[in-house]
T-cell receptor, first 117, second 113 residues
Framework: DTEVTQTPKHLVMGMTNKKSLKCEQH?????MYWYKQKAKKPPELMFV???????INESVPSRFSPECPNSSLLNLHLHALQPEDSALYLC????????????????FGAGTRLSVL | SQQGEEDPQALSIQEGENATMNCSYK?????LQWYRQNSGRGLVHLIL?????REKHSGRLRVTLDTSKKSSSLLITASRAADTASYFC?????????????FGQGTILTVHP
């Protein structure tokens, strides 16, 4: 199974709502990532979890709160978002520290299309 | 600014033709990867080339890496309509930046049947 599953596929939320994005992988990968992607732009890294610990936070506003309950799951909690946060949110995973050069290959989910009204 | 810059930004060709995309980067890298993204979907890894490699092939894909010029190219031979997608190069720096992929701006490839 080389799949990263993201739910929901689409999400519309108001600026006062609280919602969560979910990501799951069963490849035994020990690194997981959240990216934000605007239309016609490359993905921008938000967070990296390595062995369930937050290792990189790219100065993301606190209205985005990541959580890694276990090695297979990654959540992104959303609260008080702004319209400019509307984007495609991508989750990815990679093998982790072991695995030679292949450890850098990331496997992406299909994304959650988020619209903030 | 972004580590990688890609050229051209958009490329339109006919089925059967070859497509070449270029990527430049600014600092020393451990390896460079190419990813494909179909419209509004996730990215799919295509190929990884290590900093000590100069050329790599995978099916219809050929990737070159010139570390002296800090550049890479992706050649897709005998293109098909299904190759229509955005293509991104991504570099890995390693060390304390482990796990961090830095993407180029991407090339939008359109292959006409």
């Amino acid at each position: 199974d080389t799949e990263v599953t993201q739910t929901p596929k689409h999400l519309v939320m108001g600026m006062t709502n609280k919602k969560s994005l979910k990501c799951e992988q069963h490849m035994g990968h020990r690194a997981m990532y959240w990216y934000k992607q605007k239309a016609k732009k490359p993905p921008e890294l938000m967070f990296v979890y390595s062995y369930e610990k937050l290792s990189i936070n790219e100065s993301v506003p606190s209205r985005f709160s990541p959580e890694c309950p276990n090695s297979s799951l990654l959540n992104l909690h959303l609260h008080a978002l702004q319209p400019e946060d509307s984007a495609l949110y991508l989750c990815a995973s990679s093998p982790g520290l072991a695995g030679g050069p292949a450890k850098n290959i990331q496997y992406f989910g299909a994304g959650t299309r988020l619209s903030v009204l | 600014s972004q580590q990688g810059e890609e050229d051209p930004q958009a490329l339109s060709i006919q089925e059967g033709e070859n497509a070449t995309m270029n990527c430049s980067y600014k600092t020393s890298i451990n390896n460079l990867q190419w990813y494909r993204q179909n419209s509004g979907r996730g990215l799919v890894h295509l190929i990884l080339i290590r900093s000590n490699e100069r050329e790599k092939h995978s099916g219809r894909l050929r990737v070159t890496l010139d570390t002296s010029k800090k550049s890479s190219s992706l050649l897709i031979t005998a293109s098909r309509a299904a190759d229509t997608a955005s293509y991104f190069c991504a570099t890995t720096l390693g060390g304390t930046s482990y796990g961090k992929l830095t993407f180029g701006q991407g090339t939008i490839l359109t292959v006409h049947p």
